[in-house]
């Protein structure tokens, strides 16, 4: 996809690895200035110094732990020291948490999922809510997941983990009829499970994206880049995608 992003300023959670890796990699290529966070400040400067190793000096590293409203709230201000406003917001980081039996889990370990990805979203949006509507093209991205769809067992996470999405949906739902007024857009991706494929490796130019195969993040990322390079009519409120169908059905 033939996007530039120059001027414009993204802000990246849970960028240390995975498909955060990838946004805020990708879209520093892309010529934004990119903000980005990991639980760990030395995981986030990781990400920052492969960014910078490709030749990108716009990009800075800082710790968030969305667990933790003090962290939050501390990242929102440091970013604040540094800009006057965020164009996008890309809700990427949770916790993951395996395991189809709740009772494997210890309390501890489902409080903490539940608040990644429910409640540190909606302090990520609260805090950052000035920034984004300092910009003229404001947009909040969230990586939601199938877990959200009701009625689908399509995501093989634990029970706190679909619980985790369910409120991370919810909210972008009403997030997203309350800000459209102002011109803020709210865009929610649904995936299920995919492969994240090394933006810097070699298989990123070559993985199989015919039908039939696994949902990649190039094609994630085509989805993200699409709906935030849209014109400002165009408000899309989510991508839902279909898990890949059994071929020996039918």
Not at 187 to 206: H, K, T
Not at 217 to 240: E, K, T
């Amino acid at each position: 996809m033939n996007t530039t992003l120059d001027n414009t300023r993204v802000v990246v959670t849970g960028a240390a690895r995975d498909f955060g890796r990838t946004l805020a990699i990708r879209f520093a290529q892309l010529g934004a200035e990119v903000y980005l966070s990991a639980r760990s400040l030395k995981a986030a400067q990781a990400t920052r110094d492969e960014i910078r190793a490709l030749g990108h000096d716009k990009v800075h590293a800082f710790s968030c732990d969305l667990t933790d409203p003090a962290s939050v709230r501390g990242f929102a201000e440091q970013v604040g020291a540094l800009t006057d406003r965020v164009d996008i917001l890309l809700n990427n980081g949770a916790m993951w948490l395996d395991g189809f039996d709740l009772g494997t889990a210890t309390d501890e370990q489902i409080l903490a999922t539940i608040t990644s990805g429910g409640a540190g979203t909606v302090l990520m949006v609260k805090h950052f809510l000035p920034l984004l509507r300092a910009s003229e093209r404001p947009d909040i991205v969230n990586m939601v997941s199938v877990a959200a769809s009701p009625r689908i067992d399509e995501c093989s996470g634990s029970p706190a983990f679909y619980a985790a999405k369910g409120a991370q949906a919810n909210f972008a739902e009403i997030l997203s009829r309350r800000l459209r007024p102002e011109g803020v857009r709210v865009i929610s991706l649904y995936p299920p499970d995919f492969d994240n494929v090394d933006p810097l490796g070699e298989d990123w130019e070559a993985t199989d994206r015919r039908a039939g195969s696994p949902l990649t993040s190039q094609s994630l990322l085509d989805c993200v880049l699409f709906a935030v390079s849209q014109p400002r009519d165009c408000f899309i409120r989510s991508f839902n995608f279909e898990p890949v169908a059994d071929v020996t059905k039918g």
